[in-house]
């Protein structure tokens, strides 16, 4: 017999430990990263924008990848801007401007990926390898499936016609 509990009582324990994992982790990211003199939230910034490439990405676009309002994206978009670290192209309406990582940019990224590496592998030693890349997938099959919820009209939602 399990010590797990019902399916109902499962899925609201699985939210309650993801919840309550990311509270343990995020202040220790912060402080690892703390280090490097940047936050979190710039770190990833700039990883998302590594990825696109040398095209940048608009705001809203980076908004959508580090999932944090819009308010917020302007607000790290301007830190690092001040810092030299990205830069904005020239469009009228900042919400469409396309934001790239600067030379310095990527180059205070490829200093701060080893001691962010070290840190992970810090924070993720209790878990066997095969066990992280468990984890991986199940988290980011998780999230394709909060996206397609959000993208999906809210069949609950008062006023809506039905689409179809």
């Given at each position: 017999m399990s010590d797990l509990p019902a399916n109902g009582d499962l899925d609201a324990l699985l939210v309650f430990n993801l919840m309550r994992t990311q509270k343990c982790l995020g202040p220790r990211v912060d402080a690892g990263l703390r280090t490097q003199?940047?936050?979190?939230?710039?770190?990833?910034?700039?990883?998302?924008?590594?990825?696109?490439?040398?095209?940048?990405?608009?705001?809203?676009?980076?908004?959508?990848?580090?999932?944090?309002?819009?308010?917020?994206?302007?607000?790290?978009?301007?830190?690092?801007?001040r810092h030299g670290l990205v830069a904005r192209g020239d469009q009228q309406d900042r919400r469409a401007t396309a934001v790239s990582l600067t030379h310095e940019g990527r180059s205070v990224l490829k200093d701060a990926l080893p001691h962010y590496s070290q840190l992970a592998a810090q924070l993720t030693a209790g878990l066997t390898e095969r066990e992280k890349r468990s984890l991986v997938r199940l988290l980011s099959k998780l999230r394709r499936e909060l996206r397609r919820q959000r993208a999906a009209p809210d069949p609950r939602a008062p006023g809506e016609a039905p689409s179809g």
């Amino acid at each position: 017999m399990s010590d797990l509990p019902a399916n109902g009582d499962l899925d609201a324990l699985l939210v309650f430990n993801l919840m309550r994992t990311q509270k343990c982790l995020g202040p220790r990211v912060d402080a690892g990263l703390r280090t490097q003199r940047m936050t979190a939230a710039q770190f990833n910034t700039l990883l998302v924008l590594q990825s696109a490439g040398p095209e940048g990405l608009r705001m809203g676009e980076i908004g959508e990848r580090l999932v944090v309002t819009k308010a917020n994206v302007t607000g790290l978009v301007d830190r690092l801007e001040r810092h030299g670290l990205v830069a904005r192209g020239d469009q009228q309406d900042r919400r469409a401007t396309a934001v790239s990582l600067t030379h310095e940019g990527r180059s205070v990224l490829k200093d701060a990926l080893p001691h962010y590496s070290q840190l992970a592998a810090q924070l993720t030693a209790g878990l066997t390898e095969r066990e992280k890349r468990s984890l991986v997938r199940l988290l980011s099959k998780l999230r394709r499936e909060l996206r397609r919820q959000r993208a999906a009209p809210d069949p609950r939602a008062p006023g809506e016609a039905p689409s179809g």
